[in-house]
């Protein structure tokens, strides 16, 4: 049996339908293939900007919102400050300050019944010339100063009257008892009379010690003694923690003196 070609004899030699357009359908879809790669790019690139933008714009809200919240917590953030730099200055202050009330305490603790003070004079040497300095300084400055600088010596006159001159005695070891006392002399210890021991210095003073005798009797030994307490420290000692919580309840709950372990106590008349 022979074989027959049923394809008409002008196709048999044209070979495909791209052979015969000549690739151009090839270079067709190509070409459409290449637009929605490009198109699904730029779609992508779009919408990703559009986000990028949207993120922005939410975070430059949210500085905005940020820095109009730091600029209402400015004045406390100042007012904080101005808290720390003035509990500084008090804490400065207490550490150069001499406990006066403390002292006065502990005097009428230690001197002895048969004494009475007719004058009482606390000074503080080199606290004069130092302040005044101070003062000049901080006035400049705007910082606060302490009129008892740091290394001032505090000191107190006692005159006054005693019984016997044995009185005297112990009232002379008994104000060492007072707690911070570095020295104490005796600066005179005279009867308005005549006869009494003392220093060179009695026979002087006793003419103007009896004018002023007050509640001491005639025959009454006059005395003048200096206490001299130990220089003023020259640093702060508390911290401003320690000072924050001095207004606990448990922050007002002293410890005991060292005078107030004599047994009999002193009257100040």
């Not at 027959?4 to 070409?31: D, H, K, M, Y």
């Not at 919102?65 to 509990?87: D, G, I, K, T």
């Not at 230690?110 to 080199?126: R, W, Y």
Request: hydrophobic content about 40%; proline content about 5%.
């Amino acid at each position: 049996m022979r074989a027959v070609n049923l394809i008409p004899s002008e196709q048999r030699s044209g070979g495909t339908v791209g052979g015969r357009s000549g690739g151009a359908v090839f270079l067709v879809l190509g070409l459409l293939g290449g637009l929605i790669v490009l198109a699904f790019l730029y779609g992508s690139s779009h919408h990703e900007v559009k986000s990028r933008r949207a993120e922005a714009a939410t975070l430059s809200a949210r500085a905005a919102q940020v820095q109009a919240q730091a600029a209402q917590l400015a004045p406390y953030a100042s007012f904080m400050a101005l808290r720390e730099q003035r509990l500084h200055s008090i804490t400065q202050l207490i550490g150069g300050r001499f406990d006066w009330s403390n002292v006065m305490g502990e005097l009428s603790r230690v001197l002895p019944h048969d004494v009475s003070l007719s004058t009482m004079v606390g000074t503080i040497a080199g606290a004069s010339e130092a302040s005044s300095a101070k003062a000049a300084t901080a006035a400049g400055s705007g910082t606060v100063s302490s009129a008892t600088p740091p290394g001032a010596i505090p000191t107190v006159t006692l005159a006054g009257c005693a019984s016997s001159q044995s009185v005297v005695a112990q009232m002379l070891v008994r104000l060492r008892l007072i707690s911070g006392v570095s020295s104490v002399a005796l600066q005179n210890s005279t009867k308005p009379g005549g006869g009494g021991g003392g220093s060179a210095a009695g026979s002087a003073s006793s003419a103007a010690s009896s004018a002023s005798l007050g509640p001491c009797a005639t025959d009454d030994p006059v005395f003048s003694v200096a206490v001299s307490f130990e220089p003023l420290p020259t640093a702060a000692t508390p911290s401003i923690q320690a000072l924050t919580s001095s207004s606990s309840p448990n922050a007002t709950k002293g410890g005991k003196h060292t005078a107030a372990a004599v047994s009999t106590g002193g009257r100040v008349r």
